[in-house]
Nanobody, 123 residues
Framework: QVQLVESGGGLVQAGGSLRLSCADS????????LAWFRQAPGKGREFVAGISRSGVFREYADSVKGRFSISRDNAKNTVYLQMNTLKPEDTAVYYCAANQGIVSRIDAAYDYWGQGTQVTVSS
């Protein structure tokens, strides 16, 4: 079973950086593709970044390309989202998600979700 727990959210000024982490307590972490999604108040959940099981393939939303970087450490059962040059429009609850297939931009493709971590970027 997969249990995802996010951490690292907080309040930061525009232009600042944060690193989110998502850890899994299970033993099958390396068999899952992983992704970060976010949901801002009053908006739907949107894809931010995804990474393949091996970590070789990575995909980003256009809105974060060049500013955010996704990585994973299968030995530590953890996926990261490094967020640089943050903007107020990045304010949202960020969720990590896992599926046993390939990286997808569609949230329905993911079987497991964390509880979310709040990121607030002040102007």
């Amino acid at each position: 079973q997969v249990q995802l727990v996010e951490s690292g959210g907080g309040l930061v000024q525009a232009g600042g950086s944060l690193r989110l982490s998502c850890a899994d307590s299970g033993r099958t972490f390396s068999t899952y593709a992983l992704a970060w999604f976010r949901q801002a108040p009053g908006k739907g959940r949107e894809f931010v970044a995804g990474i393949s099981r091996s970590g070789v393939f990575r995909e980003y939303a256009d809105s974060v390309k060049g500013r955010f970087s996704i990585s994973r450490d299968n030995a530590k059962n953890t996926v990261y989202l490094q967020m640089n040059t943050l903007k107020p429009e990045d304010t949202a609850v960020y969720y990590c998600a896992a599926n046993q297939g390939i990286v997808s931009r569609i949230d329905a493709a993911y079987d497991y979700w964390g509880q979310g971590t709040q990121v607030t970027v002040s102007s």
